[in-house]
């Protein structure tokens, strides 16, 4: 028995999802029982890189959201219409959806999820805010206890990779978009990026379900990078600071009612701050709240894989409920153990990793010779060796290896611990990540 799921939209996202549920070995067991039963493309001519068979595409959107054959709808054609007519078509059908859609549902969740409770089906997002990062189930369910006082993240890969480049780079706004558009990074049309709409969309969606309440998108107030200059992040640098687009979702008041600051904009962000570190098109958010302290969620933030990570994630979500349903006294395969067997676990003697060692020795000839003859001996390739200073009149030595074998690396420790008597000790050994 399968779950039958229509894809609407077989573009960057659409693609990482059928390659996911189309060779479903070695995931979660639960993705081999989701089958693509129709996808809706735009034209039927494009060359598709995954193999769906021809009779299962169609340009015919609205026959795939009101099939009756399908359970859920998984939207990933973005922009706002026909999404958002089609988001609605499924639910009035009684699909469950799936959407990576920031903009729809930022702008007409109300509708959507005041249609989908009337019709008792879910409406699942975990793509539309981080990419492959998750943090809508997180916020929803891992959280849920927390009071939450703030919600702070670098959502917009584009801009983020913008001000890395400017920075890295001290180069100006134009010169660095004009490059990211020419190597993909950013589209031909800049706006929704590079004004903070599309960050302004994905806090709206983080500060809803945070607070509890919903956010009209015109509250939101957004600027975004045009106006940074390579010269502001010369002098924000020699400050101590980073500049970051940052969407912030903030409660300024709980009693009477809850009052929230909503806003995107670019932020001097001090640079021992976790989110200083947040690099080129990746994505994070912080989480802050009572009683977890601050959380941070880092990654990919979009790409094919990552973003179709998140979306068959919500599949599985919505197949484990579905299946927990049809038989009595089934537990949701996703909150059970569906495991039995025991894994086999590789001896520490199989790991290969770099090794660093300490030693210390006389400060005689051949002392380094000896050590490396040991390591050659057993295979251990040296990446480096220094002789670092003294302590008393021994001489300390420190070598890093290249990658080995633990096995090798330690016949080779036993070997100078055994034969060098009390000319070389072993002051301390580490792994080196
Ligand atoms: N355009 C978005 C970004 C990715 O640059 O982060 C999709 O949400």
């Known amino acids: 028995m399968t779950f039958k799921v ?51 595409i169609t340009t015919d959107l609205e026959a795939i959201a009101t099939d009756p054959e399908i359970e859920i709808v998984v939207e990933l054609i973005g922009g706002l219409e026909p999404a ?100 993909g990074y950013a589209e031909a049309d800049p706006t929704a990026d590079v004004d903070g709409l599309d960050a302004a969309d994905k806090i709206a969606i983080l500060a809803s ?72 098109a990746y994505n994070a958010i912080l989480i802050e709240g009572e009683p977890i ?8 933030g979009a790409g094919s894989g990552p973003t179709a990570s998140a979306v068959v994630s919500d599949i599985l979500c919505i197949v484990g409920i579905l299946k927990s349903c049809q038989t009595a006294g089934s537990l949701n395969p996703l909150l059970g153990c569906s495991h039995q067997e025991y894994h086999s676990v590789a001896p520490l003697s199989e790991l290969v990793t770099r090794f660093y060692a300490r030693f210390l020795c006389g400060d005689r000839p051949g002392v380094i010779g000896h050590l490396g003859t040991y390591f050659g001996q057993n295979d251990v390739s040296l990446e480096s060796v220094v002789q670092i200073g003294f302590q008393g009149d021994l001489a300390e030595i420190v070598v890093v290896t290249h990658n080995v074998r633990e096995g090798n690396f330690r016949q080779a420790i036993e070997k100078i611990k055994a034969e060098s008597g009390d000319n070389i000790s072993i002051a301390s050994v580490l792994r080196v990540f």
Request: charged residues 20%.
């Open 84 to 183: 958002r007519s089609l988001i609605l078509k499924a639910i009035a059908a009684g699909k469950h959806v799936v959407t990576a859609n920031k903009a729809v549902i930022a702008r007409y969740g109300d509708e959507i999820y005041t249609a989908a409770n009337r019709a008792g089906v879910y409406v699942m997002q975990e793509a539309a805010v981080g990419g492959g990062i998750p943090i809508i189930k997180p916020l929803k369910e891992s959280l849920g206890a927390n009071r939450i006082a703030r919600v702070t993240g670098i959502v917009n890969g584009t801009t983020n990779y913008i001000l890395t480049q400017m920075t890295q780079a001290g180069a100006d706004f134009a010169d660095v978009l004009a490059e990211a558009q020419k190597l």
């Open 6 to 56: 229509g894809l609407l939209g077989l573009g960057t996202v659409g693609t990482g999802t059928a390659e996911i549920l189309l060779n479903p070995e070695g995931r979660y067991p639960l993705v081999q029982e989701v089958e693509i039963a129709r996808v809706g493309v735009r034209s039927l001519d494009k060359p598709r890189s995954v193999p769906i068979p021809s009779e299962l």
């Open 293 to 300: 302290g601050q959380v941070m969620f880092f990654g990919p």
């Open 209 to 280: 379900l945070a607070f509890g309440g919903r956010i009209k998108r015109e509250d939101i107030h957004c600027e975004g990078i045009r106006q940074v200059s390579a010269a502001d992040i010369s002098y924000a640098d020699k400050l101590g600071f980073g500049i970051k687009l940052l969407a912030i979702a903030q409660q300024i008041q709980s009693e009477p009612e809850i009052a929230l600051q909503v806003r995107v904009h670019p932020t001097l962000v001090p640079k021992d701050h976790p989110l200083a570190s947040v690099n080129g």
